[in-house]
């Protein structure tokens, strides 16, 4: 029998569920147990309900599950949470208040004050918010979500820089993959040969996640990072990978050299842990003129790896450069894998 955490997804058959089954068949610590998605797939075999979209092909054991209620009775305690925020936003709290750890990548309770919105390399210090949760003190349960997934990639990049030169301003914009809408996600005629401005709430979500991720817990609240922030986004043909374009203004002065080494150097909690998720390098700057590219660069790390390139000097702000970060494993499964590898290895889950 396996000693493996035993572990459920919800929205299993969606584009980031499908990432979920794929980077946990061989994990060391969690085992899936259970899926569930709408009453569309309920009590059907996954490999049947599931429009399996991945190279590599459906874990035999997943594909003979059978999909299961998405309700909290019969669930096991760890839940990974893949479901669009509007339906998060009503699940996802009948699971915590249940006693499960939810694990979620949807926006439905990112910004709730109470909920630690984390990125275990930049702000694993958010965790203990948990405590003040109303779902854990009633039977144990709480949520814990990631961010966005064109927040991650450029809080990542940004992180080490605020920490060595304190961001004053940033303006972003963002070249989006479409497999981040999800499956079927964006028409075909819509999208081949075109470029769509326009992604609804994204712009919203990447200003305000950004400045919770970089803020600092005060007490039982996030105070969030006191700098400008400005999105635009933009929907893309790539299939993966989020690239954005992004510029800077710090409070003191910064050299090119010690900017590219604050990325190349940052190491946190999971790479000093070995958790099985994290990258080695959670940032690489690649040095070439014309890099990074989704389709030579999306696969660094294991596609947990954000790569930047291109910093040079900016006419408006202090500097630009560009980055590009996987958006279902680091901006979604892999993102919601590695806070939970966190969770255990805090202690979180049981
Ligand atoms: N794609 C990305 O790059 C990305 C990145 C970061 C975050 N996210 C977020 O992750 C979440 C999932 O995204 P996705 O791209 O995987 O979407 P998706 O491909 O559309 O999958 C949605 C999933 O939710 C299930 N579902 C729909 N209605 C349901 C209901 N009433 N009850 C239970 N399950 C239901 C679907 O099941 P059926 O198959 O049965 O319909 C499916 O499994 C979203 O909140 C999204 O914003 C996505």
């Not at 569920?17 to 797939?41: K, T």
């Not at 035999?60 to 599950?65: D, H, I, K, L, N």
Request: charged share 20%; with cysteine.
């Amino acid at each position: 029998m396996s000693n493996k955490l035993p572990v459920g997804i919800l929205g299993a058959t969606g584009i980031v569920g499908q990432r979920f089954i794929q980077m946990l068949e061989h994990h060391p610590w969690f085992e899936v147990a259970w899926l569930a998605a709408s009453d569309r797939s309920e009590g059907r075999p996954y490999g049947e309900a599931a429009r399996w979209r991945l190279r590599t092909a459906i874990p035999e054991r997943v594909a003979s599950m059978t999909i299961a209620p998405a309700k909290p009775e019969g669930a096991p305690k760890i839940i990974f949470a893949a479901l669009d925020a509007s339906i998060a936003r009503e699940l996802e709290p009948h699971f915590a208040e249940a006693g499960c750890a939810v694990v979620s990548n949807s926006s439905a309770l990112r910004m709730q004050s109470d909920v630690p919105l984390v990125i275990p390399e930049v702000n694993s210090d958010h965790i203990p918010l948990i405590e003040t949760q109303a779902w854990r003190r009633k039977s144990k349960g709480f949520a814990v979500t990631n961010p966005n997934c064109s927040a991650i990639g450029l809080v990542l990049a940004l992180a080490p820089m605020h920490r060595h030169f304190e961001l004053e301003s940033v303006m972003a914009v963002t070249m989006q993959a479409v497999s981040g809408a999800g499956y079927p996600g964006v028409a075909s005629l819509d999208i081949l040969g075109n470029v769509i401005p326009y992604i609804k709430n994204e712009e919203e979500k990447m200003e305000e996640e950004t400045q919770k991720l970089l803020g600092t817990l005060n007490g039982g609240s996030i105070v969030p990072g006191p700098f400008a922030m400005s999105a635009q986004c933009n929907r893309v043909a790539v299939e993966d990978g989020h690239t954005e374009s992004v510029a800077v203004r710090f409070k003191k002065k910064a050299k090119a050299e010690e900017i590219i080494a604050s990325w190349n150097e940052l190491s946190a909690e999971p790479q000093r842990l070995r958790l099985p998720s994290a990258p080695e390098k959670p940032v690489v700057y690649l040095t070439a003129p014309d890099r990074p590219q989704p389709r030579f660069d999306i696969d660094l790390g294991g596609g947990m790896t954000t790569a930047v390139g291109r910093l040079r000097p900016c006419n408006v702000l202090d500097w630009k450069f560009t980055i590009l970060s996987h958006n279902t494993i680091r901006g979604a499964a892999g993102a919601a894998l590695l806070n939970a590898e966190l969770l255990k290895a805090k202690g979180y889950l049981g």
